[in-house]
């Protein structure tokens, strides 16, 4: 067992809390913010996430979980640190790395008062170098000749929104990047899953990983949703030939996200896009593709609106909000962004989504709010178009009628309804009802 202290209870944060208590470990997780540390404290999770909550219950039972908004005991009383503050975009694209570096500011001010043997290891996404060339100075500053008892590690998540607690008992692999000797400590952690492999490399490489990972999965939705979208203009049977190009588990690797669906969004593509567009013009490396996947994305969010609006109709509800199922985040939500532009498109718009935590979206997108309601059967009544965009499109067709249109943006299934339904990839003479 190793007592740890996570500082961040935002979705990262949460997920380690939960998880390495749920493997037997002392968490206590410090935030700035009462409200994050009152929830946890009542069994609340911050965060919507599957399995979350439970597992935050589970362990404030057993005495595992605690939390505080007071950081000084947990760094004194703490073998391991994670740090897993915001690292957000600044307007150039640029990582804003003030929360990480305050963090560390405080955390050196307290070992400088009391120095004791420490790992520190960060799973914000970050740019290669920063925690050798920013962090550790900050610490070093701090702590002269005593930061010899404090080792650094970036940790990377690859944690999905939605399956974030499976991947993270069942990685398939986990990364650690250090300079240091050995970092025993952390190793003993993180090897808690026999099938896990864990990999120790340098810090610099472990920071670029996590963006390797992220550009490459924002490349394959772009690259779904363009090539698609041609063979849909061919008229090509897209979900047949995506079935084949699927079928190859030994050259094409993996069929994730390599089907062709919605734009991508969260909070991790599409920041990580630009800081690395960032990088790669500060240090004037050019990379033309990489560097225009968030265009591509930015284009198939416009043939989305513009196959809405096409329609003509005015009082449309949008099913979903969030970027994905099971998830409460709507930051770069690409049906947020088609919510917007409807609203400034003259819509009479409702929105219906379960996920949905109505006090964090009052407080971060307030403009919205006023469009939000649960009451999925008068919605659907009130309604001329239906957007679907997630899990919900049963529920949706108990209350539709043939005077409803709906557009299925959620899969390519076929639905007993008397409903015309329309898709993104079928021709118009496909669009019509399916009787079973």
Not at 1 to 8: A, D, L, T
Not at 186 to 211: G, Q, R
Request: proline content about 5%; glycine content about 6%; some cysteine.
């Amino acid at each position: 067992m190793k007592k740890i202290g996570v500082f961040g209870l935002g979705y990262v944060g949460i997920v380690n809390l939960s998880c390495f208590a749920h493997l037997g470990n002392q968490v206590t997780g410090v935030d700035i913010k009462p409200h994050k540390v009152d929830a946890v404290l009542k069994g609340k999770s911050p965060i919507s996430e599957p399995k979350v909550e439970k597992m935050l219950q589970s362990g404030l039972a057993s005495g595992h979980i605690h939390a505080t908004v007071d950081p000084k005991s947990v760094i004194l009383e703490s073998d391991i640190l994670l740090i897993c503050v915001g690292t957000p975009s600044q307007a150039n694209g640029k990582v804003n790395l003030d929360y990480t570096i305050n963090t560390t500011m405080e955390i050196g001010k307290i070992l400088k008062e009391a120095p004791h043997s420490m790992t520190i290891a960060y799973r914000s996404t970050i740019p290669p170098g920063t925690v050798e060339k920013t962090l550790r100075p900050v610490l070093e500053n701090q702590l002269g000749e005593d930061m010899q008892q404090i080792k650094l590690a970036f940790f990377p998540e690859f944690l999905r929104e939605g399956s974030a607690v499976d991947d993270f008992l069942n990685a398939p692999r986990i990364v650690l990047g250090t300079q240091e000797e050995e970092i025993n400590e952390l190793v003993e952690l993180v090897s808690y899953n026999e099938a896990s492999p864990v990999i120790v490399t340098d810090t610099e490489t472990a920071e670029f990983v996590k963006y390797v990972d992220n550009s490459f999965h924002a490349l394959k939705i772009a690259f779904a949703n363009e090539i698609y979208q041609l063979g849909h203009g061919l008229g090509v049977d897209v979900s047949k030939a995506n079935e084949i190009f699927l079928a190859d588990k030994v050259l094409n690797i993996s069929p994730a996200y390599l089907r062709p669906g919605l734009p991508f969004g969260g909070s991790c593509l599409p920041k990580d896009l630009r800081a690395i567009r960032q990088l790669s013009e500060e240090n004037e490396i050019a990379l033309p593709m990489v560097n225009q996947i968030l265009e591509s994305n930015k284009d198939f969010q416009q043939r989305i609106l513009d196959k809405v609006t096409a329609f003509g109709v005015k009082k449309i509800l949008m099913v979903g909000l969030t970027f994905k199922n099971h998830t409460d985040d709507v930051r770069e939500s690409p049906m947020l962004r088609l919510a917007q532009d409807l609203i400034d498109w003259g819509a009479d718009l409702s929105i219906y989504d379960a996920d949905i935590n109505a006090h964090t979206l009052r407080i971060e997108q307030a403009a919205i709010v006023k469009y939000i309601d649960w009451d999925l059967p008068r919605m659907v009544h009130d309604s001329q178009l239906i957007i679907v965009s997630k899990r919900f499109m049963p529920e949706v067709i108990k209350y539709t009628h043939s005077d409803h249109m709906i557009l299925n943006l959620s899969n390519n299934k076929s639905y007993d309804t008397s409903a015309k339904v329309h898709y993104l990839y079928r021709d118009e003479a496909q669009d019509v009802n399916v009787w079973k």
